[in-house]
């Protein structure tokens, strides 16, 4: 199983009398091979493998998230934020190996998340 990654970053930058304000932006795209062993099924009666997961997290993925934070810096005595994220996920729903009723299933459940991250930091 490998995985590779890309994360691309872009940053607008103000600042005011109440601090300093910054919008961040991200989006990262991931793809990862499937685990050597894993396996959407196991035929009865063929040889088994040494070792065997049917797990879909050791498939065959893609993921793409985009999201945007929002910061305020208020000088050296801390910094209020949101992020707010979302990231899709991806496989082969039905692939060319799959085996009997398997063919008429979505073997691989797409993913979707929202997420949100709030964030205080406070120096003494």
């Avoid at 607008?12 to 050597?36: E, L, N, V």
């Avoid at 396996?39 to 063929?46: D, E, K, T």
């Avoid at 810096?73 to 979302?86: A, K, L, P, T």
């Amino acid at each position: 199983m490998t995985g590779a990654s890309g994360p691309i970053r872009s940053t607008c930058i103000t600042t005011s009398s109440w601090g300093t304000a910054f919008i961040s932006s991200r989006a990262r795209y991931y793809t990862q091979t499937a685990a050597d062993f894993y396996h959407y099924s196991l035929v009865s009666g063929a040889a088994l493998p040494g070792y065997a997961g049917a797990d879909y997290r050791l498939a065959k993925i893609k993921s793409l998230t985009n999201g945007v934070k929002i910061a305020m810096s208020f000088g050296d005595r801390g910094e209020v934020n949101v992020r707010v994220s979302y990231m899709q996920q991806t496989g082969d729903s039905h692939p060319a190996d799959a085996i009997g009723v398997q063919r008429t299933l979505d073997l691989y459940p797409g993913l979707q998340a929202l997420m949100l991250q709030l964030g205080l930091t406070l120096r003494f």
